[in-house]
């Protein structure tokens, strides 16, 4: 006789979260995106934007904070300040545009209030028609709390409840420093080209699937005989550009993936090993070696250019790759809709064919035409399907359960086959969902 299962509580992230299992609820039900909208996306620290955006008083972004729009500006003052894109009279959008400039403030297009980069009223037309009703001091827009860590800054919509951002990074700090160290002056610079694509899936798939070393080897199996057949047409391997190097890394045996290190950290962060070896890039070319010693000093500069990481995952909204200098945030929209934007950023000083691999590489693994990005996007919709019928309620993630290498206070270490990241993301998730 078959045995029936308890029906979990569709709210109550316990139930929905075991050690080795996860509900499949969590990546079809609309009410728990809902719930993880307020209770992830409003309590994680959020990357935002980076300080080379801002050049002049007055320079803004538009960038999200899981259902909300925030508006960061540079004031006067030299601060960067974030405030909810939304008019406090009626409710309207301020921005419009993604970026752009607006040294007198923001005007709302509905009847032209307009605000100051720090939220406070600084005009309303025709006020006297409120007479003595209206107190613009009690109508400026909230401002979200904003903290950097080398020139990226992040948002918490918890404001001052929030634990410090630094705290929040972790030991995941050093894969932000293995960014900023890779420039040659110590600074960086994000570029104009913005990469943007939508996928019709829960926006927990691209978490799950970029540190997933087993899937490559079939989900993106037609690009790598592609990049092979590429590489033997343009002579080897040393003459191939950085997405062709990773497809065809993609094709190597399991035991490979196997033996590199996957890393762990609390809050649902993790990282894996790089696969195409420390001297792959140009980045390691002669001139970029020598303005990397000029201003680190030899042993840093080796000990910088020696860091091998893959994409470190930032739980829950973005994805660092510091060797190709590509930084992807995600934006949950539904349940079943989710934006993936990618910004290359330009290491000041470096050669310029470096900046020339970091956006070859965004492009050719990141965007939605890429070989490899597509395979990923069809197999997000194809789960989202499938998950959506059935009598099978559970999903494993008991993969290399039994494997972990060393445990720290700040990270756990395992082969990089795990499903360890997903079981990390996982706890996050019912620790954040589990907090009312
Ligand atoms: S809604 Fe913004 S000014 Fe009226
Ligand atoms: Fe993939």
């Known amino acids: ?16 979260v075991r050690e080795d299992a996860v509900h499949r609820s969590v990546y079809t039900d609309p009410a728990i995106f809902d719930l993880e909208m ?30 909300q729009a925030v508006i960061l500006t540079l004031g006067k003052d030299g601060d960067v300040r974030a405030i909810f894109n939304r008019c406090t009279h009626r409710g309207a959008t301020l921005c419009a545009f993604d970026k752009g400039s607006a040294p007198h403030g923001h005007q709302c297009p509905y009847h032209g209030w307009m605000f100051n980069a720090d939220g406070s009223v600084r005009f309303v037309p025709y006020d006297k028609g409120y007479g003595e009703r209206l107190d613009k001091g009690e109508m400026g827009i909230e401002q979200v709390r904003i903290e950097e860590y080398r020139g990226f800054l992040f948002g918490n919509l918890m404001g001052d409840a929030a634990p410090p951002l630094e705290h929040f990074l972790g030991h995941m700090k050093t894969s932000i420093d293995d960014l900023v160290d890779r420039s040659p002056t110590g600074e960086l610079e994000c570029g104009p080209y913005v990469l943007r694509h939508y996928y019709r899936a829960n926006w927990k798939m691209t978490f799950e699937n970029l540190n997933d070393t087993v899937h490559p080897g ?18 080897g391997p040393e003459n191939i550009v950085p997405t062709i190097g990773m497809m065809m890394a993609n094709g190597k045996p399991i035991q490979f993936f196997q033996d590199i ?13 790089g696969h195409m070896g420390a001297d792959y890039t140009p980045d390691t070319s002669d001139a970029y070696t020598a303005s990397l010693i000029d201003y680190h000093g030899a042993e840093k500069a080796k000990e910088v250019l020696s860091v091998d990481r893959h994409l470190m995952l930032l739980y829950p909204s973005s994805f660092w790759h510091a060797r190709y200098q590509t930084l992807r945030i995600m934006r949950p929209v539904r349940h079943d809709l989710t934006e993936m934007i990618g910004f290359v950023f330009r290491l000041n000083g470096a050669p310029e064919e470096t900046y020339r691999n970091a956006i070859e590489y965004c492009t050719g ?35 290399g359960m039994d494997e972990d290498r060393e ?29 009312a």
């Open 365 to 399: 693994a990141n965007s939605a035409a890429s070989p490899v990005i597509s395979d990923d996007l069809e197999i997000y919709e194809r789960c989202l399907l499938g998950n959506g019928f059935g009598e099978r309620e559970w999903i494993p993630t008991s993969r």
């Open 261 to 273: 290190d996957m890393v762990t950290a609390p809050g649902g962060h993790s990282y894996i090993g």
């Open 407 to 435: 445990r720290t206070n700040s990270h756990d270490r395992m082969p990089a086959t795990s499903e360890g990241f997903i079981r990390n993301q996982f706890r996050a998730w019912a620790d954040y969902m589990g907090q």
């Open 218 to 235: 079939f989900a993106h199996a037609a690009s790598v005989v592609s990049a092979k057949a590429v590489a033997n047409e343009v002579g």
């Open 1 to 16: 006789m078959a045995t029936q299962l308890r029906e979990p509580d569709r709210l109550s992230p316990a139930d929905l």
């Open 38 to 67: 307020e209770r992830i996306f409003g309590r994680a620290w959020l990357y935002l934007g980076h300080r080379s955006e801002f050049k002049e008083a007055g320079d803004y972004v538009v960038r999200h904070m899981g259902k």
